[in-house]
């Protein structure tokens, strides 16, 4: 499985946006980036994937590099309840997540 | 979106007795996985259960210690056996989505043995 490399924590303050960064530079031509977030005592939520294009859903944005070795999450207006552990993944096909260490957003009121 | 039940949500055990863990879904999937979370740790994939054949156990991970079942496209349970306080952990179940890449996870179960 490619790895990710995450930093392990990062902090905002509420109303702002974040830029959660993932490198991914052993990625292959295959691999979906996947990212799932992990709220205090709960089970990992999906929250966006993409291939080679950015993405946009309702929860967040995906910048994928163009050579695809790294991408940002990007939370457009940070909330309390963003406050997470988010995972960067990378996937072929068959959905067998591997999770890594995860970046700890911590949000400042 | 698939809704995941564990039962029982948290128990707490002695050592060198045994736990099921059930996994419910409300709806009919191929796939499901079940991981353990150790404290303070990221969550790590134990075994792929698809109904109707073995669970395909990772690295670290047997049978013997880790019996799994399946037996429909709804269920499936986990024991973890001859439990020991390395054991201690949140153990989650997770299926995919048949309409997306999305990936649903339970609530968790955590386990404390002593």
């Known amino acids: 499985d490619a790895k990710t490399t995450q930093p392990n924590s990062m902090e905002s303050n509420e109303e702002e946006p974040v830029h959660l960064p993932c490198n991914h530079s052993t990625i292959s031509g295959t691999d979906y980036i996947h990212w799932y977030r992990q709220l205090p005592s709960q089970g990992p939520e999906y929250v966006i994937h993409?291939?080679?294009s950015n993405v946009n859903n309702r929860m967040a944005s995906l910048a994928i590099a163009e050579d695809r070795k790294s991408s940002t999450l990007i939370l457009h207006r940070a909330t309390l309840r963003d406050a997470a552990v988010y995972y960067c993944?990378?996937?072929?096909?068959?959905?067998?997540?591997?999770f890594g260490q995860g970046t700890r957003l911590t949000i400042n009121p | 979106s698939a809704v995941i039940s564990q039962k029982p949500s948290r128990d707490i055990c002695q050592r060198g007795t045994s736990l099921t863990i059930q996994c419910q879904v409300d709806?009919?999937?191929?796939?499901m996985f079940w991981y353990r979370q150790q404290p303070g740790q990221s969550l790590t994939l134990i075994a792929t259960a698809n109904q109707g054949s073995e669970a395909t156990y990772e690295s670290g991970f047997v049978i013997d210690k880790f019996p799994i079942s399946r037996p429909n496209l709804t269920f499936s349970t986990l024991t973890v056996s001859n439990m020991s306080p390395e054991d201690s952990s949140i153990y989650l179940c997770s299926v995919e989505s048949l309409h997306s890449y999305e990936q649903y996870f339970g609530p968790g179960t955590r386990l404390t043995v002593t």
């Open positions: 993944i990378l996937i072929q096909g068959a959905q067998k997540l591997v």
């Open positions: 993409g291939l080679t």
């Open positions: 709806s009919q999937v191929t796939m």
